[in-house]
T-cell receptor
């Protein structure tokens, strides 16, 4: 069965540093991958979509890479700010199978 | 635009009771989805719809039914609630071609419904 893995441990990072999150998957070859942000008590909010023929996608301070050989996506937040503190979810495929998410905590 | 709204926000049920969760979207999206989110397990797809009058099963459909009588509304029903259905339920919608197998467009989520079954 398809499996999506995100680091379950919270990522604690100092303001101004780059946060890097990983999303690994097995038994699947998605045509695209999406990243969402979720704040406590709220629904996920879409951030970025990257397709299998794209190596990298950027949006402001966010960068996503997609390596279909390694079956892995990396999500970077550069110059992190306390407002970036949230849980970040990756999702694969047409009906979107979600990972459990990684919590990011940015401290001043 | 309100986006995606869900009713109610909170609900407590006793085992065996039934209820309906309502999802409404005002973006004219073809696709609508129901997920449940449990600690450490991420979002799991319950049922979805690729257009008015259509529904399909997702990853965890047992114990739930859905209906999409109007394009803007997607209802999730629990016929006989069980403690295992205690969860946070999210509705989402997205663009896509009506009737297609899937959509690659971003999903817009509602604020969630926190359901407790005792």
């Amino acid at each position: 069965s398809q499996k999506i893995e995100q680091n379950s441990e919270a990522l604690n990072i100092q303001e101004g540093k780059t946060a890097t999150l990983t999303c690994n998957y097995t038994n699947y070859s998605p045509a695209y991958l999406q990243w969402y942000r979720q704040d406590p008590g709220r629904g996920p909010v879409f951030l970025l979509l990257i397709r299998e023929n794209e190596k990298e996608k950027r949006k402001e301070r966010l960068k996503v890479t997609f390596d279909t050989t390694l079956k892995q996506s990396l999500f970077h937040i550069t110059a992190s700010q306390p407002a970036d503190s949230a849980t970040y979810l990756c999702a694969l495929g047409g009906k979107l199978q979600f990972g459990a998410g990684t919590q990011v905590v940015v401290t001043p | 635009n309100a986006g995606v709204t869900q009713t109610p926000k909170f609900r407590v049920l006793k085992t065996g009771q039934s209820m309906t969760l309502l999802c409404a979207q005002d973006m004219n999206h073809e696709y609508m989805y129901w997920y449940r989110q449990d600690p450490g397990m991420g979002l799991r797809l319950i049922h979805y719809s690729v257009g008015e009058g259509t529904t399909a099963k997702g990853e965890v459909p047992d114990g739930y039914n859905v209906s999409r009588l109007k394009k803007q509304n997607f209802l999730l029903g629990l016929e006989s609630a069980a403690p295992s259905q205690t969860s946070v339920y999210f509705c989402a919608s997205s663009w896509g071609l009506a009737g297609a197998v899937s959509s690659s467009y971003e999903q817009y989520f509602g604020p969630g419904t926190r359901l407790t079954v005792t």
